[in-house]
């Protein structure tokens, strides 16, 4: 393996952003104070700690609408833009790259040197890299640790370098292998590095993890919660590994000839455009075993399929407790699902100045309790028609797909009856659309007459219902701060969240889940299939999935409901099911713009135009007419980003992206 090294970065220890409050575990709320140099940084355990913290405080905030680009970049949300809409600007750096606007001179959500942004920060993976790379040189000299915590700590660095390394990898492609600082003294050509080839990024980023999970002394799970939750252990390593040995298998990374002309000034096809079938299936075959392996070691342990168990004061339907799964699996704190917290973000909705990303707060309609005019609840984050379309009919497949489902009355108005209360206000009129849809587009999504349940609101005779037109409650009329398509995703809120006549509000924190058992089984199926496995054993992991959502299993659905019968029986109709289950299971969580580039459907889906209803129509009539607020502009250099020109005239041995 080929160690390109890079500048040395001994000089002052990074200060510790991590200054989140409302947490009762703050293991990482830690700021190193006045050390200055390297040596003092590993002269007793308490400095140390401090700076194993400090390579921690890299990892990106993914919960945080303002940093993660796959919220606003992809297909999910639309966050409009002072350009497009005058209801305030929220686009963030993912809306920047949704209209077209990434570029070379200043690129966007640029983890290579960094970026400001005024609500979010992203800082240099690349300085994080050297860093990690500093403790894990010095770790040893510390006087009073024991050897089996300095082997720990080691580990946990070691993945943290590893996912640094894959983070750039994702965005940019093939990166340079920071595997160790430069010595005092470097020559400014020792600096000028090259660009791996995407194999050697990933074979190096596998084996990093391989390091971590050989460390005996990295536990398998967290035992000091109250002290480690967050903290990286095996069961991690592993979920991630397999993440990424998938997402190094899918098209855009795996033999993909799209890029065979990015050729460095040696000759080096960067890319590695040239694999044969079984090279690229080896792949598959390979990140199947992974996830296995992970699930395996993680169901051991007792993870699970988180199912709603919360005390409540008053009887709830089955329909309602399934929702209160589906939605509580991203935001019940801590439960059982949940592989990977990141605690570097904290959900919640309404302190920007604790460092929250307030995306939960953007997704609750302000006014949906009429009294309250609490500002930190916007709506803002806008769910496409063309999304919401994608959820599946309460029989468990695509409305596309349904022969009972009534496509052609989908815009037409219709009122709701007894049989919809749990789902829809009895009596009101909303469209058609948002009828007999599956129990996840009602546990996610809030839209016009559609009933949220919270803390105070479960009484299902007596619901709170969203009144999205121009003059309800949550309507238009409320300037800088309502919804511009008529649905929000409700799933990123608590159900304990409470908003109180007035303006004041209680949040429910959680931390950001990287990564839950869910996804770890979707990535299984999808990898299984993509290797040849047996169609009973891919479906069985979707299963899973789908009994907890409150659907039949896959080929009882496709069977009985779906226009093609025969799709779980192939194994491209299997690829359409899981990518699709995916979509959905995983909706609003910043998995999707990720999977969409990866599988290379993103140029298709992402330049689909986004539309919703007119929002400031007052009666039924004039709110439920479809209009096009923006065309989203994706070609195919989006597919990775550039690097910055400022990097490419530093040194000439790097190559551009392609289109840039």
């Known amino acids: 393996m080929k160690k390109i090294l890079s500048k040395i970065h001994y000089v002052i220890v990074i200060i510790v952003l991590i200054t989140i409050t409302g947490s009762c575990r703050k293991y990482l709320d830690i700021v190193p104070d006045g050390i200055a140099t390297i040596d003092n940084a590993f002269t007793t355990r308490i400095s140390a700690e401090k700076y194993l913290f400090t390579c921690y405080s890299y990892m990106p905030s993914q919960g945080n609408v303002a940093s993660n680009p796959s919220f606003t970049a992809g297909e999910e949300f639309f966050a409009a833009t002072n350009e497009v809409s005058t209801n305030g600007s929220l686009g963030g750096i993912g809306a920047n790259i949704q209209y077209g606007n990434q570029n070379a001179n200043a690129p966007y959500a640029d983890a290579w040197i960094g970026y400001t942004n005024l609500n979010a920060p992203g800082r240099s993976l690349y300085q994080g890299i050297s860093d990690c790379n500093i403790f894990l040189e010095n770790i040893d000299r510390v006087p009073d640790m024991a050897a089996d915590e300095k082997e720990k700590w080691k580990s946990e660095v070691t993945f943290l370098k590893a996912y640094y390394h894959f983070w750039l990898v994702r965005n940019y492609g093939p990166i340079y292998i920071m595997d160790q600082n430069l010595p005092v003294g470097a020559s400014i050509e020792e600096t000028k590095v090259y660009r791996n080839t995407l194999d050697e990024c990933f074979e190096y980023i596998e084996s990093l993890f391989d390091e971590a999970l050989a460390n005996e002394y990295l536990p398998e799970y967290t035992t000091n919660e109250a002290q480690e939750l967050g903290r990286i252990n095996k069961g991690i390593v592993l979920a991630f ?97 949940v592989i990977w917290p990141n605690t570097n973000c904290w959900v919640g909705g309404t302190s920007s100045s604790n460092g929250q990303s307030a995306i939960a707060g953007h997704n609750w309609p302000r006014g949906l309790v009429s009294t309250s005019t609490n500002t930190s609840f916007t709506a803002r984050m806008n769910v496409p028609l063309k999304f919401v379309q994608k959820f599946y009919t309460k029989n468990g497949v695509p409305i596309e797909e349904d022969i009972t489902y009534n496509s052609a009355g989908m815009y037409n108005l219709r009122t709701a009856g007894a049989n919809d209360r749990i789902n829809i206000s009895q ?16 546990a996610d999504l809030v839209f016009d007459g559609g009933i949220w349940f919270g803390s105070g609101f479960l009484d299902e ?145 992402l330049n689909k135009p986004i539309t919703g209803w007119y929002v400031y129509g007052s009666t039924e009539e004039e709110y439920y007419v479809p209009v096009n607020w923006y065309q989203p502009l994706f070609s195919m250099k989006d597919y990775f980003w550039p690097i910055a020109l400022n990097e490419l005239r530093k040194n000439e041995n790097l190559i551009q992206n392609f289109g840039y």
């Open 427 to 442: 009596g009101y009129t909303t469209v058609g659309l948002n009828f007999d849809r599956e129990p996840r587009f009602y």
């Open 461 to 605: 005779d007596n619901p709170l219902v969203a009144e999205m037109r121009y003059s309800g409650s949550a309507g238009s009329f409320r300037a800088n701060s309502h919804n511009l398509t008529g649905y929000s995703a409700k799933k990123l809120n608590n159900y304990q969240t409470t908003v109180s006549t007035g303006t004041s509000a209680t949040a429910v924190y959680y931390a950001w889940p990287v990564m839950r058992l869910a996804d770890l089984y979707l990535l299984y199926a999808e990898a299984l299939n993509e290797a040849g496995g047996s169609k009973e054993e891919v479906l069985e992991y979707v299963d899973r999935i789908r009994e907890r959502a409150g659907l039949e299993g896959v080929e009882w659905s496709w069977s009985l409901y779906s226009s093609r019968p025969d799709k779980p029986n192939t194994l491209e109709g299997r690829r359409e099911i899981i990518q699709r289950e995916r979509t959905l299971e995983l909706a609003f969580e910043g998995k999707g713009y990720w999977d969409l580039r990866r599988w290379k459907t993103a140029y298709e889906e």
């Open 241 to 337: 590994k397999a993440y990424v040995q998938v997402t190094a298998a899918s098209p855009l990374f795996n033999g993909n000839t799209d890029y065979a002309s990015i050729v460095d000034n040696r000759g080096i096809a960067i890319f590695n455009p040239n694999k044969t079938d079984e090279e690229k299936r080896a792949r598959w075959e390979k990140a199947a075993a992974t996830s296995k392996q992970a699930i395996d070691m993680l169901e051991l342990q007792g993870r699970s399929l988180y199912t709603f168990e919360g005390a409540l004061t008053i009887p709830i339907s089955d329909i309602t407790r399934t929702k209160l799964s589906i939605s509580g699996a991203v935001n019940e704190n801590w439960n059982r699902e």
